[in-house]
């Protein structure tokens, strides 16, 4: 689990599954893409503020377009967020992100080196 503060989603929508102030995740994967955000906004690939734009067009998208029958999954719009962030600034082209993306995702819990 990993401690974040309010302030860094100030917004209910861009918050995280949280329980007592600690992120939590039912599935490896979502660790994994959460980490994976954090990290690659260190490296300064993306600021902070381009990423949370990103997430809530994102949301908004799913919003209009998605399938509510399916119910709103957190770690499903900040994985798409950073997927269109990443194609965007040119980090990782489209079909490269992909299979990267399912690489990573697809990885045994306990095999992320």
């Known amino acids: 689990m990993t401690r974040l ?17 600690e992120v939590i995740f039912e599935e490896p994967w979502q660790g994994r893409v959460f980490a994976m955000t954090i990290l690659l906004n260190k490296a300064g690939l ?15 998208r799913w919003d209009r377009e998605g399938d509510q029958s399916e119910g709103y999954e957190y770690y499903e719009r900040l994985s798409d967020a950073l997927n269109s962030l990443l194609r965007k600034k040119g980090i990782v082209a489209g079909e490269e992100l992909v299979e990267r993306t ?12």
């Open 102 to 113: 399912e690489e990573y995702v697809n990885r045994p819990h306990g095999h992320d080196h």
């Open 46 to 60: 993306f600021s902070w503020d381009e990423f949370q734009s990103e997430l809530i067009s994102t949301i908004e």
């Open 5 to 21: 503060e309010e302030k860094e989603f100030p917004l209910e929508e861009l918050q995280p599954p949280m329980v007592n102030g």
